[in-house]
Nanobody, 124 residues
Protein backbone atom coordinates (compact mmCIF):
# COMPACT_ATOMS: atom_id res chain seq x y z
CA UNK A 1 0.00 0.00 0.00
CA UNK A 2 1.09 3.54 -0.77
CA UNK A 3 0.42 6.46 1.55
CA UNK A 4 -0.46 9.70 -0.23
CA UNK A 5 -0.79 13.19 1.21
CA UNK A 6 -2.09 16.06 -0.95
CA UNK A 7 -1.57 19.75 -0.33
CA UNK A 8 -1.88 23.05 -2.14
CA UNK A 9 -5.61 23.48 -2.51
CA UNK A 10 -7.39 26.72 -1.78
CA UNK A 11 -9.90 29.33 -2.88
CA UNK A 12 -9.00 31.48 -5.88
CA UNK A 13 -10.66 33.62 -8.51
CA UNK A 14 -11.29 32.59 -12.08
CA UNK A 15 -8.13 32.86 -14.19
CA UNK A 16 -5.80 32.21 -11.26
CA UNK A 17 -3.30 29.40 -10.78
CA UNK A 18 -2.70 26.79 -8.11
CA UNK A 19 -0.17 24.00 -7.74
CA UNK A 20 -1.19 20.82 -5.98
CA UNK A 21 1.38 18.48 -4.49
CA UNK A 22 1.12 14.83 -3.52
CA UNK A 23 3.81 13.23 -1.37
CA UNK A 24 4.04 9.44 -1.55
CA UNK A 25 5.56 6.90 0.82
CA UNK A 26 5.49 3.16 1.34
CA UNK A 27 6.59 1.96 -2.09
CA UNK A 28 9.38 2.79 -4.51
CA UNK A 29 8.04 5.99 -6.02
CA UNK A 30 9.72 5.48 -9.36
CA UNK A 31 7.73 2.28 -9.84
CA UNK A 32 4.37 4.04 -9.47
CA UNK A 33 2.01 5.38 -12.06
CA UNK A 34 0.47 8.51 -10.54
CA UNK A 35 -2.74 10.36 -11.31
CA UNK A 36 -5.03 13.14 -10.22
CA UNK A 37 -8.80 12.81 -10.03
CA UNK A 38 -11.44 15.25 -8.85
CA UNK A 39 -14.94 15.11 -7.44
CA UNK A 40 -17.37 17.98 -7.54
CA UNK A 41 -20.44 18.08 -5.23
CA UNK A 42 -23.10 15.69 -6.44
CA UNK A 43 -20.90 14.24 -9.16
CA UNK A 44 -18.80 11.14 -9.58
CA UNK A 45 -15.05 11.20 -9.18
CA UNK A 46 -13.47 11.88 -12.56
CA UNK A 47 -10.05 11.51 -14.09
CA UNK A 48 -7.95 14.66 -14.53
CA UNK A 49 -4.36 13.70 -15.43
CA UNK A 50 -1.96 10.77 -15.31
CA UNK A 51 1.81 10.37 -15.49
CA UNK A 52 3.84 7.24 -16.02
CA UNK A 53 6.67 6.11 -13.76
CA UNK A 54 9.35 7.62 -15.97
CA UNK A 55 7.41 10.88 -16.53
CA UNK A 56 7.71 10.26 -20.24
CA UNK A 57 4.01 9.62 -20.66
CA UNK A 58 1.24 11.96 -19.62
CA UNK A 59 -2.44 12.11 -20.48
CA UNK A 60 -5.18 14.61 -19.65
CA UNK A 61 -8.91 14.93 -19.56
CA UNK A 62 -9.97 17.05 -22.54
CA UNK A 63 -11.38 19.87 -20.39
CA UNK A 64 -8.00 20.55 -18.73
CA UNK A 65 -5.67 20.11 -21.70
CA UNK A 66 -3.52 23.19 -22.19
CA UNK A 67 -4.36 24.50 -18.70
CA UNK A 68 -3.16 21.77 -16.32
CA UNK A 69 0.27 20.12 -16.23
CA UNK A 70 1.18 16.98 -14.31
CA UNK A 71 4.80 16.43 -13.37
CA UNK A 72 6.73 14.29 -10.93
CA UNK A 73 9.97 14.54 -8.99
CA UNK A 74 11.17 11.03 -8.28
CA UNK A 75 13.92 12.34 -5.99
CA UNK A 76 11.27 13.96 -3.77
CA UNK A 77 8.64 11.19 -4.09
CA UNK A 78 6.18 13.86 -5.15
CA UNK A 79 3.77 14.42 -8.01
CA UNK A 80 2.43 17.86 -8.89
CA UNK A 81 -0.55 19.29 -10.69
CA UNK A 82 0.00 22.82 -11.98
CA UNK A 83 -3.39 24.35 -12.68
CA UNK A 84 -3.51 27.56 -14.72
CA UNK A 85 -6.42 29.60 -16.08
CA UNK A 86 -8.71 28.09 -13.49
CA UNK A 87 -12.45 28.16 -14.11
CA UNK A 88 -15.40 27.84 -11.71
CA UNK A 89 -16.12 24.41 -13.19
CA UNK A 90 -12.73 23.24 -11.87
CA UNK A 91 -14.12 23.51 -8.34
CA UNK A 92 -13.85 20.10 -6.69
CA UNK A 93 -11.97 18.00 -4.19
CA UNK A 94 -8.80 16.85 -5.93
CA UNK A 95 -7.41 13.40 -5.13
CA UNK A 96 -4.01 11.91 -5.79
CA UNK A 97 -3.88 8.24 -6.77
CA UNK A 98 -1.11 5.70 -7.20
CA UNK A 99 -0.64 2.23 -8.57
CA UNK A 100 2.42 0.04 -9.05
CA UNK A 101 1.99 -0.63 -12.74
CA UNK A 102 3.48 0.19 -16.11
CA UNK A 103 0.01 0.62 -17.57
CA UNK A 104 -1.48 4.04 -18.25
CA UNK A 105 -5.18 3.66 -17.51
CA UNK A 106 -7.12 6.85 -16.78
CA UNK A 107 -9.84 5.22 -14.68
CA UNK A 108 -10.62 5.00 -10.97
CA UNK A 109 -10.60 1.22 -11.07
CA UNK A 110 -6.93 1.17 -12.10
CA UNK A 111 -5.74 2.75 -8.84
CA UNK A 112 -5.61 1.12 -5.43
CA UNK A 113 -4.08 3.88 -3.33
CA UNK A 114 -5.72 7.27 -2.72
CA UNK A 115 -5.01 10.40 -0.76
CA UNK A 116 -7.49 12.20 1.47
CA UNK A 117 -8.14 14.96 -1.05
CA UNK A 118 -7.63 18.71 -1.14
CA UNK A 119 -10.34 21.27 -1.86
CA UNK A 120 -10.04 23.63 -4.81
CA UNK A 121 -12.64 26.38 -5.09
CA UNK A 122 -12.70 28.77 -8.04
CA UNK A 123 -15.02 31.77 -7.92
CA UNK A 124 -16.13 33.83 -10.89
Amino acid sequence: QVQLVESGGGSVQSGSSLRLSCAASGRAFNSLTMAWFRQAPGKEREFVAIIGWSAGVTYYQDSVKGRFTITRDNAKNTVYLQMDSLKPEDTAVYYCAAEQTLAIRPSREAFGSWGQGTQVTVSS
